[in-house]
C-alpha cells in the first residue's frame, strides 16, 4: 500500500527542484525607483501618529472623481482581494477608490479557517495525480504565507498541527508527505515538521484519545502553518491603502455602471452611500471587480447574458471552549472515515473547528445548517478523550468560498482553487477564486491587469511583497509588556464613580495583537477618557477599543464592532449579544446618532447573531452531543 503510494515521488521531486528555481528566479530585482517609493512608504505607515482620512474625507475624493478627471482604478469589493488590490495599485502610484457594499471584512474574507496555509491536500493531489497544476499552486501558496505573516506580524504567526496517526503505514506516510511539505516550502519553511511518540502526544495534546476506531495511537507527525485574525488583517488592509492614497468608503453600494457614448466600454459607477442615503457617480479607466461571490452579480450589471464563473461552496466552523485544544497546538485530521478533512485549531482562546464543503446558494448572511455542526462534532469527537457536546458550541458560522468554476468537475473538492483574472466587458476586470493565503499575489495579477487594460502610468512596480500594514512596522512579540507597565484602566462603576483597574497582561496582549503598535493609542483612551471596562466578563475586549475603531478603523455600526474589529460575535454569540448595549451606546456619542438609530442598531445586531447557531440560539432535537 506504501510502495504504491510513493511511486510519483521521484517525478514529484525532479517538478519540485525545477518549480522552485523558476520560482525563485521570478522575483524581479527592485529598481532604485522602487526602493525610493517603498522607504517613502514605509516611512509613513510606520509613524506612530498616523491617522486614516475622514469618511466624509474619502467620500468626495471618490465624488470628485470625473469624466475628465478619473480614477485610474475603482475596486468593487472590501475584502481580502479588493483591499488587497486597494493597497497595490495606490503603493504603484495610481489614483484608486475602492467601494464596499456592507463593511470591509463583511463577507468570506472574516469566515475563514484562519489559517494561511500552502495546502497539503493540494500537494497529495500532486503526488498521485502527477498534477504540475496542483504543485505550481502549493509552491506559490507556500512563498505566500510566508509574506503574509511578515507583512503583519502582530495579526499573523507559525501555528504547530498535529496529524494522529493509527497504524505504522499512517505514520510514514504522513511523515514523509510532510517532509516534502517542508522541502517545498524551501527557504520559506516556517518551522520543520517531526514526528512524536503517542506518549509525547498525548503531553503535547492532553485531550487526543488513546485509541480510534479499534486501533491505538502510534504516534503524531507535527508540522507548521501560519494562523491568523483574518477581518482584523482585511481592516488593516484597508485602513493602509487609505493611508497610502486609496479612498476607501464602506457601506457604499455600486448600483449601475456607467458606459461611455457608445455604450461599450464602462467609465465609472453609479453609488449608493448606504448610511446617508445618498447617491452619486464616480468615474475610473478600469473598474475592478472583486466582489467575491457576489462577482456574478457585478458582471451582470455590466452584462446581463454574462455566463456565471463562480461555484459557490459552504464552509461551516464552530467554536468551542479552550479546554478542547491546549494553547500553541492544533490538530489535523487530513482524512477522516467519510473522507473529508477535519481539524481542531486554539484561537483567540478558544478552539475553531470544522470543517464542511458542500455545494450552497450564495446569501448575504449565510447560516450553517444543523447536520452540518454534527457532522463537524461527530468527526472531532472519534479523536479526543473528552465527551464532546453540543452545548459547548458557543458560536457556529458559515462562510461562503467563491471558487471558479471547472466544468469538468464533479465535485467541489475538486475545483481548483487557483484565482482568476478576466476581462471580460471593456473596462471591467474581475478577480476572483484564490483563498486568503494568496490574496496578495491575486491583487498584484488584477492590478496588472488593470494597467494592461486601462493602460495606465503607475509610477512604480509592485511594492506589497515587502510593505508591512499599519501597526506592523517595529512591531514586537514583547510589545504589550509596554503597554502593561505605562497604562491603566479608568473604570466608571455603575454608580458612576470612576476606578483604576490593572492593564493586566491578558489585555495588553490582547491589545498588541490586535492593533500593533498602535495599541498604546488604545491604552490611552482606555486611561485618560474612562473607557477601561471589558466589554463582556472573561473577554479582553475593552469599550476603548469601540471609540477607537469609530475614530481609526471606519467602524460605523455595531456589527462592524462586534463581529469585525472584535471578534466577538465569533468567539461567543451570548457574550457579544450581552456587550450590544454598551457597543452601541459608545458608538453613538462617536457617530452623534438618535434614539431611532441606536433601535436601528440593536435590531440588526440582534438579526446578524441569530445567524450563528450557538448553543443558545440553535434548535437542535436529535439528542446527539447534548450531554451535561
Known amino acids: 500500500m506504501a510502495a504504491s503510494r510513493l511511486k510519483p515521488l521521484a517525478a514529484v521531486l525532479v517538478a519540485s527542484g525545477a ?67 486597494a493597497l497595490d495599485a495606490a503603493s504603484r502610484g495610481l489614483r484608486v477608490g475602492l467601494v464596499e457594499r456592507e463593511d470591509f471584512s463583511s463577507g468570506t474574507s472574516s469566515r475563514s479557517t484562519k489559517l494561511i496555509h500552502g495546502g497539503v491536500r493540494y500537494l497529495e493531489k500532486a503526488f498521485f495525480n502527477l498534477d504540475y497544476g496542483q504543485l505550481k499552486l502549493v509552491f506559490h501558496a507556500l512563498r505566500e504565507r510566508k509574506q503574509v505573516i511578515e507583512n503583519a506580524p502582530h495579526l499573523c504567526h507559525a501555528l504547530p498541527c498535529m496529524t494522529p496517526c493509527f497504524d505504522w503505514i499512517e505514520v510514514f506516510y504522513y511523515w514523509i508527505g510532510l517532509k516534502m511539505y ?65 479612498a476607501v ?105 470544522g470543517t464542511t464543503d458542500s455545494n450552497t446558494s450564495i446569501t448575504m448572511l449565510p447560516e450553517p445548517h444543523e447536520d452540518e455542526i454534527q457532522f463537524i462534532l461527530d468527526a472531532i469527537s472519534d479523536y479526543l478523550n473528552v465527551q464532546v457536546r453540543r452545548v459547548d458550541v458557543l458560536s457556529a458560522w458559515s462562510g461562503i468560498r467563491p471558487l471558479a468554476i471547472d466544468p469538468s468537475a464533479k465535485s467541489t473538492e475538486s475545483i481548483s482553487r487557483d484565482h482568476v483574472v478576466c476581462e471580460d466587458h ?6 476572483t477564486g484564490g483563498k486568503w493565503t494568496t490574496y496578495r499575489s491575486m491583487a498584484e495579477d488584477a492590478v496588472d491587469a488593470a494597467v494592461k487594460a486601462g493602460k495606465l502610468n503607475p509610477t512604480s512596480s509592485c511594492l506589497t511583497d515587502n510593505l508591512r500594514i499599519v501597526g506592523g512596522y517595529d512591531w514586537d512579540p514583547a510589545s504589550f509588556t509596554v503597554l502593561a507597565q505605562q497604562y491603566v484602566r479608568m473604570k466608571r462603576t455603575y454608580g458612576g464613580k470612576v476606578i483604576p483597574g490593572l492593564m493586566d497582561s491578558t489585555i495588553s496582549k490582547h491589545l498588541s495583537h490586535a492593533y500593533g503598535t498602535l495599541a498604546a493609542r488604545v491604552a490611552a483612551i482606555a486611561q485618560n ?89 440553535a434548535q437542535f432535537h436529535d439528542g446527539k452531543h447534548t450531554g451535561q
Open 19 to 85: 518549480s522552485w528555481a523558476a520560482m525563485s528566479l521570478a522575483q524581479p530585482p527592485a529598481t532604485a525607483n522602487d526602493r525610493g517609493s517603498l522607504e517613502a512608504l514605509r516611512w509613513k505607515l510606520a509613524d506612530p501618529a498616523v491617522t486614516v482620512p475622514h469618511r466624509e474625507v474619502q467620500e468626495s475624493a471618490l465624488i470628485g472623481a470625473s469624466p475628465t478627471s478619473p480614477l485610474d482604478v475603482l475596486v468593487i469589493g472590501g475584502g481580502a482581494t479588493g483591499c488587497g488590490v
Open 182 to 246: 517542508d522541502l517545498v516550502a524551501g527557504r520559506r519553511m516556517l518551522h520543520l515538521s517531526r514526528y512524536y511518540s503517542g506518549e509525547e502526544s498525548v503531553e503535547l495534546f492532553p485531550t487526543l484519545a488513546r485509541k480510534g476506531h479499534d486501533r491505538s495511537l502510534k504516534g503524531t507527525v507535527v508540522y507548521y502553518d501560519g494562523q491568523m485574525n483574518d477581518s482584523r488583517l482585511n481592516v488593516g488592509l484597508a485602513c493602509t491603502a487609505a493611508l497610502v492614497g486609496a
Open 249 to 353: 468608503l464602506n457601506h457604499a453600494e455600486v448600483i449601475s455602471f456607467i458606459k461611455d457614448e457608445f455604450g461599450e466600454r464602462i467609465i465609472g459607477a453609479r453609488i449608493q452611500d448606504k448610511l446617508s442615503g445618498k447617491e452619486f457617480e464616480t468615474y475610473a479607466k478600469v473598474i475592478v471587480n472583486a466582489a467575491g461571490p457576489f462577482c456574478d452579480s457585478v458582471r451582470k450589471m455590466a452584462n446581463k447574458d454574462a455566463p456565471s464563473m463562480i461555484c459557490p461552496s459552504s464552509g461551516v466552523h464552530i467554536v468551542l471552549p479552550d479546554y478542547y485544544s491546549p494553547d500553541g497546538m492544533g490538530l489535523i485530521v487530513p482524512k477522516t472515515k467519510d473522507g473529508r478533512v477535519v481539524f481542531m485549531l486554539p484561537w483567540l482562546g478558544k478552539t475553531v473547528a
Open 426 to 431: 471593456p473596462g471591467l476586470i474581475t478577480i
Open 529 to 617: 477618557e474612562n473607557l477601561g471596562k471589558r466589554l463582556a466578563h472573561g473577554y479582553p475586549f475593552l469599550e476603548a477599543e469601540v471609540a477607537y475603531c469609530a475614530r481609526n478603523e471606519y467602524c460605523e455600526s455595531a456589527v462592524d464592532f462586534i463581529a469585525r474589529r472584535s471578534r466577538l460575535a465569533f468567539l461567543d454569540t451570548d457574550a457579544a449579544g450581552r456587550a450590544l448595549p454598551r457597543v452601541i451606546q459608545i458608538l453613538a456619542a462617536e457617530h452623534k446618532w438618535d434614539k431611532a438609530r441606536q433601535k436601528l442598531e440593536m435590531q440588526k445586531a440582534k438579526e446578524f447573531l441569530e445567524t450563528f447557531k450557538s448553543s443558545k440560539n
